[in-house]
């Protein structure tokens, strides 16, 4: 592979920024061990000038949260011009949208809990406990709450009882103004990456995490200790082939590019759910694709490594 400058997007202003930097540093010491000179820059006023007038080979972005997976980093980068590793802005924008994502793949008869998204104002206009009142009528308990924009679980929360929800929404609402409500699948939850390479998208093995308070949440995450992972996980070869080939499929109905992580739970049926899809997984000594790149017998650097020179391909 011939030398290639490359430059790592990280940080930002989300809520995500810290692990967006601990992300790129780990994936700028991949690159630089599969031979591509790296600079780390961080997502601010001056990144655009920066890239307009040094114009690396590729861009990866290693930023978690909105600017970095709803596509409006990409929509830059496909502006300037420049050949980046990712997803292209309008298919993120479909992917950052968990409902819109959920909706695609129900339609295609994928598995996925059932769920209602509840917008803050419909609490304002028609009144609080009407409308939980109806919400928990409709899909009972337990729920998961969760922000319908946003990663790392910030805002999420698991509702065993009714008077938990008003606490558990206004928890959610912090994080945005749309709350995703789910049917809770109680079951063994895993994380599916998928890397593409010239023959198309393949899945890694899968990651089985078990957190210690029983709820994968932002400290879970990345606190060392908090979870434990099982990579590969150990699982039926069936249910394997199931999960590998609904994160496949999270993958093309998405329009997906270069690498994704769907999250799933497998019930106690050995069903595999979906739960949401990440276009800029976390890469962190705590994240998952790492991990499961890593049960493959892969390194970061050559996964990475490859998926710059398929970028780089795309824009001759």
């Known amino acids: ?28 010491a991949a690159l630089r061990s599969a031979g591509c000179t790296v600079t780390e820059q961080d997502a601010d006023h001056e990144l655009l ?31 300037l011009d420049i050949p980046y590793v990712g997803t292209p802005a309008r298919a993120c924008r479909r992917a950052w949208d968990k409902p819109t994502a959920k909706a695609e793949l129900a339609r ?6 059932e769920w209602a998204v509840l917008p803050q104002s419909t609490f304002r206009e028609l009144g609080a406990q009407p409308v939980l009142d109806a919400l928990v009528t409709k899909l009972g308990l337990p729920l ?50 998928v890397v593409e390479d010239a023959t198309g998208p393949h899945a ?5 995490i078990e957190p210690s308070n ?20 150990e699982l039926p070869e069936e249910t ?22 769907t999250d799933a739970i497998v019930d106690t049926a050995g069903r595999v759910h979906f739960l949401e899809v990440n276009v800029s997984p976390g890469l962190t000594n705590t994240s998952l694709l790492p991990m ?11 996964v990475f490594g490859g998926l710059v020179e398929q970028a780089i391909a795309r824009n001759p």
């Open 1 to 28: 592979m011939p030398e290639r400058w490359v430059a790592v997007l990280s940080g930002g202003l989300s809520h995500e920024r810290d692990v967006s930097l601990r992300s790129g540093r780990r994936l700028s």
């Open 49 to 79: 000038g920066r890239l307009r007038d040094e114009r690396p080979d590729a861009v990866l972005i290693a930023l978690h949260g909105g600017e970095g997976e709803n596509g409006a980093i990409q929509s830059v980068l496909e502006l």
């Open 108 to 113: 295609a008869g994928l598995d996925t809990p």
């Open 144 to 193: 998961m709450l969760k922000p319908v924009q946003g990663g790392s679980a910030l805002g999420a929360r698991v509702v065993r009882d009714s008077s938990e929800l008003p606490s558990a929404m206004m928890g959610a609402f912090a994080y945005g103004e749309t709350v995703l409500v789910e049917k809770l699948v109680e079951g063994t939850e895993i994380a599916v990456g």
């Open 204 to 208: 890694l093995p899968p990651v089985r």
């Open 214 to 233: 029983g709820i994968f949440d932002y400290t879970a995450r990345y606190t060392a200790g908090l979870t434990s992972y099982q990579a590969p996980a």
């Open 240 to 261: 394997v082939t199931a999960a590998s080939e609904l994160a496949v499929s999270a993958h093309r109905l998405l329009g997906l590019r270069d690498v994704s992580r």
């Open 292 to 302: 499961a790149v890593e049960a493959a017998g892969r390194t970061l650097g050559d």
